[in-house]
């Protein structure tokens, strides 16, 4: 069975749920199936977890469930295939009973794309190393739209290569339609390329169709743009495409769309890559949600065989940990994390957290576990690339474990 069809599993829950890998491990994050999907303000993170926790409540009812659980035309994009609808529900039939896997949110992952939410989980249980996976989740009737591998070694595709993809023929002939319209500067023929619900998350802000229209409407007479196609996948009724705008200002943009093959209309778009000094400018999420997201993810990881993998995601290559008995490197405080939490469980509570003028959050954290007394660290989170920077323990008591 190849890892693409056994990565399918993660897609609805066949056989995995957030069990610990020891059989023998207990720990409060847990103690029942919704605790690990904590509350937060950001509605694409609670649209996430809830579906991960239906996916979860849902288990035991695998085979009247799974063919529910996916859209009509989902697709799944494996490093070694496209799979369908009735191709995925097939592979997912024939996985081992019993087979467990290990599912875990990627902090800040998820994205409100109006009727879907973007977001990313990785997957152990697979292989040596966990699987990154985008998922793309239709609100409407919570239903899986596509998925696919994030990483795949550019050898491994099949399908794709001296055979020209329809996708792409179909969204450079949009894309010739957009300049033609732009240039025409119709108020209506423009509305007509955008769906009803469109939403574009820009660098600076998130606009709505009525507002894109507006921007594209003050494009100067004359002005030379263009659209270079960089790539087009194939989802189901959809085409996900990135594209480079060059023309509307200094360098070109790169930006991410979802075009409608039936009505021929955008979905929704955003910037790929946003520099860092317009992602400051950008109203910020409320720091103490953004936070508890990658604390939520370093209780869920601690029971994984593949904990090393995780954390050393979690920690900047930089990083320095200031403690009561000497500073502790990246490599050494995953060391010390690794050995305090084989067969037992470390706690974080969140006290307080703000943001700074670096666009990098500092908070204080309570942290508790049997083999260490209870202690308050000061810590500093980077929400772009989802790392800590740095912490320290403010006052020092006189035992100390770590």
């Known amino acids: 069975?190849?890892?693409?069809?056994?990565?399918?599993?993660?897609?609805?829950?066949?056989?995995?749920?957030?069990?610990?890998?020891?059989?023998?491990?207990?720990?409060?994050?847990?103690a029942g199936r919704q605790r690990a999907f904590a509350p937060s303000?950001?509605?694409?993170?609670?649209?996430?977890?809830?579906?991960?926790?239906?996916?979860?409540?849902?288990?035991?009812?695998?085979?009247?469930?799974?063919?529910?659980a996916f859209q009509d035309g989902f697709v799944f994009k494996g490093c070694k295939g496209t799979y369908n609808h009735r191709q995925t529900v097939d592979l997912l039939l024939q996985l081992p009973v019993g087979q467990r896997?290990?599912?875990?949110?990627?902090?800040?992952?998820?994205?409100?794309?109006?009727?879907?939410?973007?977001?990313?989980?990785?997957?152990?249980?697979?292989?040596?190393?966990?699987?990154?996976?985008?998922?793309?989740?239709?609100?409407?009737y919570w239903q899986l739209e596509s998925a696919e591998i994030a990483d795949c070694p550019k050898n491994s595709f099949v399908g794709f290569g001296s055979i020209q993809?329809?996708?792409?023929?179909?969204?450079?002939?949009?894309?010739?339609?957009?300049?033609?319209?732009?240039?025409?500067?119709?108020?209506?023929?423009?509305?007509g390329l955008f769906q009803p619900k469109f939403v574009f998350n820009g660098c600076k802000g998130t606009y709505n169709k009525q507002q894109v229209v507006g921007m594209l409407s003050e494009i100067p007479a004359g002005a030379k743009f263009s659209f270079a196609l960089k790539s087009a996948v194939s989802l189901g009724n959809s085409i996900k495409y990135v594209v480079a705008v060059s023309g509307i200002s200094a360098t070109p943009i790169?930006?991410?769309?979802?075009?409608?093959?039936?009505?021929?209309q955008l979905e929704y778009g955003n910037i790929a890559d946003c520099p860092k000094r317009f992602m400051r400018s950008a109203q910020p999420k409320d720091s103490n949600a953004v936070i508890q997201e990658f604390l939520i993810y370093m209780k869920m990881i601690q029971p994984s065989h593949n904990k090393a993998f995780f954390l050393d995601k979690a920690f900047d290559d930089a990083f320095?940990?200031?403690?009561?008995?000497?500073?502790?490197?990246?490599?050494?405080?995953?060391?010390?994390?690794?050995?305090l939490t084989t067969g037992a469980f470390i706690d974080f509570s969140l006290i307080?957290?703000?943001?700074?003028?670096?666009?990098?959050?500092?908070?204080?954290?309570?942290?508790?576990?049997?083999?260490?007394?209870?202690?308050?660290?000061?810590?500093v989170y980077c929400p772009q690339r989802n790392v800590l920077k740095s912490g320290s323990v403010p006052g020092c008591p006189t035992r100390r474990f770590y």
């Open 41 to 68: 303000s950001d509605t694409a993170t609670k649209d996430a977890y809830r579906f991960l926790g239906r996916v979860t409540s849902n288990m035991e009812y695998q085979v009247d469930w799974l063919s529910g």
């Open 165 to 191: 993809d329809p996708a792409e023929d179909m969204v450079k002939t949009f894309l010739a339609r957009v300049t033609r319209t732009i240039e025409s500067k119709d108020t209506s023929t423009l509305l």
């Open 1 to 30: 069975m190849s890892p693409s069809t056994l990565i399918l599993c993660l897609l609805v829950g066949t056989s995995w749920a957030f069990i610990p890998d020891d059989p023998d491990f207990r720990g409060d994050v847990f």
């Open 320 to 339: 320095l940990f200031k403690g009561c008995h000497g500073t502790y490197t990246k490599a050494q405080a995953v060391a010390r994390f690794t050995s």
């Open 101 to 140: 896997f290990w599912p875990i949110y990627k902090p800040g992952s998820a994205i409100d794309n109006g009727s879907r939410v973007n977001f990313t989980v990785f997957v152990s249980g697979l292989g040596p190393a966990p699987i990154e996976v985008n998922v793309v989740m239709a609100k409407l």
């Open 254 to 264: 790169e930006a991410v769309f979802m075009l409608n093959k039936v009505d021929q």
């Open 352 to 379: 307080e957290s703000k943001w700074n003028k670096q666009g990098q959050i500092e908070s204080t954290v309570s942290v508790s576990g049997p083999r260490m007394d209870s202690f308050k660290a000061q810590l």
